[in-house]
């Protein structure tokens, strides 16, 4: 899909938003059980000039809030005399979910991302994702997906995308995170969806649910503005690109150093996620403190999943690493000397998530 034609045009979804306009909306998605509407919140800036259109979506998992606040502030921080092309800020994509505070639609605890795109007449996820496909994502050019871990898990800041794809590729590129887990995603996520629509999407994890956290949330808004250089929505503004970066495919995130014996977990390895060969990662003890186990680095990496549940089985996964050449190594070590890389302080993380 390419709306970039020469003259400017007027978006609609329900009302108009005329180049030069920008608006904020509330558009029905569903009825709750009092029969009232559920309504998104969407910001539309149209721009006085003619270019992409692009989407920003949050909250399809509801409790997933870091990117709730990149959207409000992407909605505020750009006019229509700024850009080129259309902004559709959608904040808040699963209202049901959102107002409870957690992951799933409550009704039948359904996974609006693994719902799109949708359908007019099925169960009330699906519902909900067709209204906001069909009259939002369909009109764009191309999106960026914000989610975050799930509940007592966390996640290091990376974009997942399906790099076999060269117009996503280009996209997860000009974003600029250092870290890239490329595949095709789940059936029914957005980010699938769209891109077999010709509209490529990214999904961008970020630390936390039921957080903000601002060292995250403004790099997010860095790897946005980098974005929409790169497309001239922005033009004459610069591309980022980061000093480093890792791709890892989503296969090996199941590649988890696990657990040999059972008992409590002790995490050793942080602040930062930089791990040397040989390093203690964790400690697992029985409860008598008698009988320890060490469990080391296999080799120089990044830990970019790691269980914040600090009791184990045998057969739990208790961090997963992706394995880094001597060059990355050294870069990332500069990077955390000159404080660069203190968007990556964390323990733990997980994968499990978009
Ligand atoms: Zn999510």
Redesign the pocket.
């Known amino acids: 899909m390419d709306n970039s034609q020469a003259d400017s045009e007027v978006f609609h979804c329900g009302e108009t938003v005329e180049p030069g306009e920008k608006k904020h909306i509330r558009y029905e998605v569903a009825e709750n059980y009092l029969g009232d509407p559920v309504e998104i919140p969407v910001t539309i800036i149209n721009g006085e000039q003619p270019g992409k259109t692009v989407f920003f979506s949050a909250g399809?998992?509801g409790d997933?809030l870091n990117g709730v606040k990149v959207v409000q502030e992407i909605a505020d921080r750009y006019e229509p005399e700024d850009i080129h092309g259309i902004l559709v800020c959608l904040h808040v994509c699963n209202i049901p979910a959102y107002e409870a505070q957690q992951r799933y639609t409550p009704v039948y605890d359904q996974d609006m991302?693994r719902s799109f795109p949708g359908k007019a007449r099925s169960n009330t996820t699906e519902r909900m994702a067709h209204r906001i496909y069909n009259r939002f994502i369909e009109q764009c050019d191309l999106g960026i997906d914000f989610?975050?871990s799930t509940r007592n898990r966390t996640t290091i800041y990376h974009t997942r995308a399906d790099l076999s794809d060269p117009t996503v590729e280009r996209l997860a590129r000009a974003f600029a995170a250092n870290v890239i887990l490329y595949g095709e995603g789940d059936a029914g996520a957005l980010r699938t969806v769209a891109t077999a629509d010709g509209i490529p999407t990214i999904t961008v994890e970020m630390g936390r649910a039921h957080r903000f956290q601002p060292i995250l949330i403004d790099m997010a808004l860095d790897g946005v503005e980098s974005v929409l250089a790169e497309y001239a929505v922005r033009p004459g503004e610069p591309v980022r690109w980061p000093g480093w970066f890792k791709t890892t495919s989503a296969e090996s995130t199941k590649r988890w150093l696990r657990a040999d014996t059972g008992g409590l977990v002790e995490m050793q390895w942080g602040p930062y996620p930089l791990v040397r060969e040989g390093e203690t990662i964790c400690t697992i003890s029985d409860h008598f403190a008698t009988e320890k186990h060490i469990v080391n680095a296999p080799f120089d990496g990044l830990i970019v999943g790691s269980l914040e549940n600090p009791v184990a089985a045998p057969g739990h996964p208790l961090c997963h690493i992706v394995q880094l050449d001597e060059w990355t190594v050294e870069e990332i070590q500069r990077e955390i000397n000159h404080q660069e890389f203190d968007g990556y302080r964390a323990h733990g993380d997980t994968w499990k998530?978009?």
Do not use: L
């Open positions: 399809i998992h997933e991302n989610h975050t998530d978009e």
